[in-house]
């Protein structure tokens, strides 16, 4: 089953300050149609998405640290709905939220949720590698989400969950439905790579991600051995071989 692939935008910030029309036509040719974003890279919202639009781009998702969900809501909504992005994928607490525990955590992301959901938006959890520790008895990721309720979704970080000691395929199988998306990275030590150079076995990933029903993924690179464009390319150049990412002449036509 072939899955929406997208490109995070905010990684390739240097390379769009010194030819953003440029580096986002090599995106596009290299067959990217979706893209996630952390930051608006200097533009209003609107115009951002005004111009990824005329290389065929559209926003899925904006992501945001919690406090700055619970700081400014109705603020963050617009600037997702002026994108046309549908997701906000949530990343990082601050330890002030955490000394309530994590199922408290999630309680308190779950009104937020239900808040963005009257904006047409869906709210996921961003894991890292803490979410795989034991703090209070159950594993942290599952008493945040446990805490967060129907509202709180789960975007998947493979790269962290691999680089945790933990096999990514069976925690996507084991969290089931809520993993709603994927963010991919490869492994290599404790380094991270392009896609299909490191340690992390894609297949049973894909795999598991296709049993509970994921809806897309997001190739989010940070580490670069040559160009980061080109990093980004090959990588959905790997998921197209793979099986699970249309080749850019497909995804052109959609």
């Not at 803490?130 to 008895?137: I, L, N, P, Q, V």
């Amino acid at each position: 089953m072939k899955m929406l692939i997208a490109a995070e935008l905010s990684n390739l910030k240097s390379e769009f300050l010194r030819d953003f029309d440029g580096q986002l036509k090599k995106l596009a040719s290299a067959g990217y149609r979706y893209a996630c974003t952390k930051d608006l890279l200097n533009l209003p919202p609107a115009k951002l998405g005004e111009v990824l639009q005329v290389h065929g781009i559209k926003i899925i998702a904006q992501s945001a640290i919690a406090q700055e969900l619970q700081s400014r809501p109705e603020a963050l909504a617009m600037e997702v709905v002026e994108l046309g992005g549908s997701w906000i994928q949530v990343r990082h607490f601050f330890l002030d939220w955490f000394g309530e525990g994590w199922k408290r955590a999630g309680s308190r992301l779950a009104p937020l949720a239900d808040q963005m959901a009257q904006h047409g938006l869906r709210v996921a959890y961003h894991n890292h590698e803490k979410e795989f520790k034991s703090d209070e008895g159950s594993v942290n990721f599952e008493a945040l989400l446990e805490g967060g309720g129907p509202s709180l979704s789960c975007h998947f970080d493979v790269f962290h969950c691999q680089r945790a000691g933990e096999d990514p395929a069976t925690w996507i199988k084991r969290l089931g439905s809520k993993v709603k998306s994927l963010r991919l990275q490869d492994l290599r030590g404790r380094e991270g790579c392009p896609l299909g150079e490191g340690e992390i076995d894609w297949n049973s990933v894909f795999l598991a991600a296709n049993e509970v029903g994921v809806e897309y993924a997001v190739i989010d690179l940070a580490t670069f051995e040559r160009s980061p464009i080109q990093c980004y390319a090959d990588s959905l150049t790997y998921l197209v071989n793979l099986g699970v990412a249309m080749p850019a002449t497909l995804s052109a036509q959609r």
